[in-house]
């Protein structure tokens, strides 16, 4: 492929990624600007012309977007065009000083979190770096959930990646596999029937935290797995915290009280 064919295909990538937000910002379900919509599609449908096999299979989700579509469904779509360009909703670039402390290390915690269709992998990464700081066990991967595989997750995990043991599996079959296994689900949601973070959880069982999409959360099928719903109160007009914000306070929550329970053993 010549350089200026690859800089007119990436090019019109970047203007198919410019359109998925303008459309997800200004619309809701089923209610999309017609043009935009239309000019979306139709630059879909041009890469299949284009000699990277990639950008061909790309081209065949034209026929997937449609006026009565939900938000949920456009966003999913989007995904494989944010990960062609090595994009994210909210990666950053950083650099912390920090001095590890491996010799420090203690026995892991009874915790795994379940990370559905996040799109963000600065959030993946931090959810990371959060569970090594607990001292979990696990983190599953579902959905397209990004994995360590991609640098911005690994960047942003700043290393958790490597100790932290992760495993990609189907939503449902996780969550079935860990009920199995005798684990207490506790879905993070702001869900009507939803029970505050700070209640007591029930250390009798291992728990397993889900944590889904940055915008959509969970759906109602995947909160009826869950043995509870629980919720972070918040106080200002929001409503809601980043997912990677989220993990980390339920997080610390649940190995507050782990702890304190260890004492009083």
Same mark, same amino acid.
């Given at each position: 492929?010549?350089?200026?064919?690859?800089?007119?295909?990436?090019?019109?990538?970047?203007?198919?990624?410019?359109?998925?937000?303008?459309?997800?910002?200004?619309?809701?379900?089923?209610?999309?600007?017609?043009?935009?919509?239309?000019?979306?599609?139709?630059?879909?449908?041009?890469?299949?012309?284009?000699?990277?096999?990639?950008?061909?299979?790309?081209?065949?989700?034209?026929?997937?977007?449609?006026?009565?579509?939900?938000?949920?469904?456009?966003?999913?779509?989007?995904?494989?065009?944010?990960?062609?360009?090595?994009?994210?909703?909210?990666?950053?670039?950083?650099?912390?000083?920090?001095?590890?402390?491996?010799?420090?290390?203690?026995? &892991?915690?009874?915790?795994? %979190?379940? /990370?559905? =269709?996040?799109?963000? @992998?600065?959030?993946?990464?931090? #959810?990371?770096?959060?569970?090594?700081?607990?001292?979990?066990?696990?983190?599953?991967?579902?959905?397209?959930?990004?994995?360590?595989?991609?640098?911005?997750?690994?960047?942003?995990?700043?290393?958790?990646?490597?100790?932290?043991?992760?495993?990609?599996?189907?939503?449902?079959?996780?969550?079935?596999?860990?009920?199995?296994?005798?684990?207490?689900?506790?879905?993070?949601?702001?869900?009507?029937?939803?029970?505050?973070?700070?209640?007591?959880?029930?250390?009798?069982?291992?728990?397993?935290?889900?944590?889904?999409?940055?915008?959509?959360?969970?759906?109602?099928?995947?909160?009826?797995?869950?043995?509870?719903? &629980?919720?972070?109160?918040? %106080?200002? /007009?929001? =409503?809601?915290?980043? @997912?990677?914000?989220?993990?980390? #306070?339920?997080?610390?929550?649940?190995?507050?009280?782990?702890?304190?329970?260890?004492?009083?053993?």
């Amino acid at each position: 492929m010549s350089d200026d064919k690859l800089k007119s295909d990436k090019k019109k990538v970047e203007e198919i990624h410019s359109l998925f937000i303008g459309i997800e910002k200004d619309s809701s379900d089923g209610k999309y600007d017609q043009m935009m919509l239309q000019e979306l599609t139709t630059l879909i449908g041009e890469l299949s012309t284009s000699s990277d096999l990639i950008l061909q299979k790309l081209s065949k989700y034209k026929d997937s977007l449609t006026p009565t579509m939900t938000l949920r469904h456009l966003s999913t779509i989007a995904v494989p065009f944010e990960r062609y360009l090595k994009k994210g909703m909210a990666d950053d670039e950083f650099l912390i000083m920090n001095l590890d402390r491996a010799h420090l290390v203690t026995e &892991r915690v009874p915790l795994h %979190f379940i /990370i559905d =269709n996040m799109r963000s @992998a600065f959030n993946v990464g931090s #959810i990371f770096r959060t569970a090594d700081t607990l001292g979990a066990q696990k983190i599953w991967l579902t959905g397209y959930t990004p994995t360590p595989h991609q640098p911005q997750v690994e960047r942003a995990a700043l290393g958790a990646a490597f100790v932290v043991e992760w495993e990609q599996k189907n939503f449902t079959e996780t969550v079935n596999q860990l009920i199995k296994e005798g684990y207490n689900i506790v879905a993070l949601e702001t869900a009507s029937n939803a029970i505050d973070i700070s209640m007591d959880f029930n250390f009798d069982k291992p728990t397993a935290f889900l944590i889904g999409n940055e915008r959509f959360g969970l759906d109602k099928d995947q909160l009826e797995l869950a043995h509870e719903v &629980r919720k972070i109160p918040t %106080f200002g /007009i929001k =409503n809601s915290l980043n @997912a990677g914000v989220a993990a980390a #306070i339920a997080g610390y929550e649940w190995r507050k009280q782990y702890n304190e329970q260890q004492i009083k053993v």
